[in-house]
């Protein structure tokens, strides 16, 4: 019954910019902490930012601080993620997660639900 479903993916040169959304239904959106990971084939997941699920506190991965902003718009059950400065290194698919009352956290294990993903490829 829940679903997150990404899009705003693309094809996008370096030092460019593309917001991408995540929709969720099923779901007292309200309530949850909302995230961003990407990966890669062969490669782990990596936290790129979070936002908790009441006051809105936003957290960044190392890699994208000062280039990503996170954001929800709970009326709309809609997260967003505006990138900007793209680096071919961002290239990835980007996935939506969401906990339940979390606070934000890095770790994915904490996350219940996941969306499918939106490819993103930055050329450079």
């Known amino acids: 019954q829940v679903q997150l479903v990404e899009s705003g993916g693309g094809l996008v040169q370096a030092g460019g910019s593309l917001r991408l959304s995540c929709v969720a239904s099923g779901l007292t959106f309200s309530s949850y902490a909302m995230a961003w990971f990407r990966q890669v084939p062969g490669k782990e997941r990596e936290f790129v930012s979070a936002?908790?699920?009441?006051?809105?506190?936003?957290y960044y991965g190392d890699s994208v601080k000062g280039r990503f902003t996170i954001s929800r718009d709970n009326a709309k059950n809609t997260m967003y993620l505006q990138m900007n400065s793209l680096k071919p290194e961002d290239t990835a698919v980007y996935v939506c997660?969401?906990?339940?009352?979390?606070?934000?956290?890095?770790?994915?294990?904490?996350?219940?639900?996941w969306g499918q993903g939106t490819q993103v490829t930055v050329s450079s």
């Open positions: 936002i908790s699920w009441s006051v809105g506190s936003t």
């Open positions: 997660a969401a906990d339940l009352r979390g606070a934000g956290s890095v770790r994915q294990s904490v996350y219940e639900y």
